[in-house]
């Protein structure tokens, strides 16, 4: 079955950076549309980044030009490189499979448990 599983979530301090990893498990990873949410307490989940499987990259206008996603396939492993964060960006943050294009909104199809990030002084 499909699995992804995040790592590297904690607490940083504004400005600093944190590096998310995510593990993909059961299906062709390469093959397939990929991308980062996130959910602040009382907030609706919220696209973040994604990768198309033709190496395209999409981010939320609150995330260019701080935030790059990229991929390893040989490792099946997605990651979210976050800088210059601040309290905004506290929220947990998912992985997902993706239903349909990687664009500027993005559905998930597949999901992890998460992982929490923390910005803060």
């Known amino acids: 079955q499909v699995q992804l599983v995040e790592s590297g979530g904690g607490l940083v301090q504004p400005g600093g950076s944190l590096r998310l990893s995510c593990a993909a498990y059961?299906?062709?990873?390469?093959?397939?549309?990929m991308g980062w949410f996130r959910q602040a307490p009382g907030k609706e989940r919220e696209g973040v980044s994604c990768?198309?499987?033709?190496?395209?990259?999409y981010y939320a206008d609150s995330v260019k030009g701080r935030f790059t996603i990229s991929r390893d396939i040989a490792k099946n492993t997605l990651y979210l490189e976050m800088n210059s964060l601040n309290p905004e960006d506290t929220a947990v943050y998912y992985c997902?499979?993706?239903?349909?294009?990687?664009?500027?909104?993005?559905?998930?199809?597949?999901w992890g448990r998460g992982t929490q990030v923390t910005v803060s002084s």
């Open positions: 059961g299906f062709t990873f390469y093959a397939y549309n």
């Open positions: 997902a499979r993706l239903l349909g294009a990687c664009s500027r909104e993005i559905r998930g199809r597949d």
């Open positions: 990768i198309s499987r033709d190496d395209n990259t």
